[in-house]
């Protein structure tokens, strides 16, 4: 059950924000007026966003907690204001102190950046009317409750209609505002992915905690596309924005031992690479483990069940461990090929040659189908210095070598173990 507000009803003839009335015209007759928009002083941040934060539009961070959602805030806030920009940073869950502990920490506690410890969400609503800051961060909106609804605070029924409110007034007053919200284990907003409706633009920032790299990713943007993504790690002070994330992801990368192979993935529209790894070690159980970490178990069982039909590999009394290096997940298909390299790779105790990248998806019948893109992974291939990829025949035809680095393409795992000499 959740608890609505029933609200006041309008007097006649207003009109609700954003509603403008008005005859039916062509489109072509409205004028095109490009948004205003403000680079933050986070490049990054902004390729994400779309090319800057656009005035009066609100953005909801989502995240697991302590993944560095209030970091990430608190940077863009103190680069703002660095700009001379007047930003407001509304602390919810922790005390003033606390935050000004943490700017100390990033640098930025000199620049200005207003902050004000408030959990209700018309106070905060009063606050952007009095202050008129530029732009404003609310951390977090689990923490915000309004005096129209008589529920507890984080409720399903406060969350939404704090945010529907500051969403109205950030509209009226042009404030970007920037939302943060916490990720349950199940992947949504503690409940309210009735927010990302409620928002123009949802970015998720993703990692493995135990790691230092984390991803920014847009999942919906009215302002732009979603297929940028920012990589960041995180450091003693604070984020700094990643420029070559395949050298990142492949820095601890170990030379010369089975089940390590290097994939070409794509984060967003950007080819990125990374590494998988396997174990395979013989189980002492009836039931023998899959562990895949950053992958679809479902999906490595497929690969696994394949890789024993069609290439005879005994898999069926091993363990096997999979990983992604890096804390990365990944969901495309293309990873099928470099999974089954790695398996095959550690089963056979062979390693496989260091100057390789694969990349394809991986069919029931052991066929190896096309994925998008091949140019621009083949293109990153060669610019981390690889010397080969290994990639689905359908996409190597036409595709020329770039800088030396050669694009070999196979239809089938027969193939694919005949390539990387695992056969
Ligand atoms: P935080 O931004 O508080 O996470 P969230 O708001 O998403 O819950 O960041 C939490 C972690 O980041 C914390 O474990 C400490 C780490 N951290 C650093 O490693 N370096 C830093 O400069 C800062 C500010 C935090
Ligand atoms: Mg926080």
Known sequence: MVEEAVPEPRPRGVRAVGAVGGAPRPIASVAAGESLRRGTG????DRVLGGGLVQGSVVLVGGDPGIGKSTLALQACGALARQGVPVL???GEESPEQ?????DRLGIAETGVLIVAETSADAVADLIEQTRPAAVVVDSIQTLHTAALASAPGSVGQVR???ALLVTRAKASGVACFLIGHVTKEGTLAGPRVLEHLVDTVLYFEGDGAHALRVLRAVKNRFGSTNEVAVFE???GGLAEVPNPSAAFLAERPAGAPGSAVLATLEGSRPVLVEIQALVSRSGLAMPRRTTIGLDPGRVALLLAVLEKRMRMPLH???????????????????????????????????LADDVVIWGEVGLTGEVRAVGRAESRLREAARQGFRRCVLPASNARGLAAVDGTRAEGVAALDQLFEALALA
């Open 89 to 91: 940073y509304v602390a």
């Open 42 to 45: 986070l490049g990054e941040l």
């Open 99 to 103: 935050v000004r502990m943490r700017a």
């Open 234 to 236: 995180m450091g003693e």
């Open 317 to 351: 009394d091993q363990d096997v461990f999979l990983n992604v290096a890096g804390g990365l997940r990944i969901d495309e298909p293309a990873a099928d090929l470099a999974v089954v390299a790695a398996v095959a790779s550690s089963a056979r105790g062979r390693p």
């Open 161 to 163: 209609e704090s945010a």
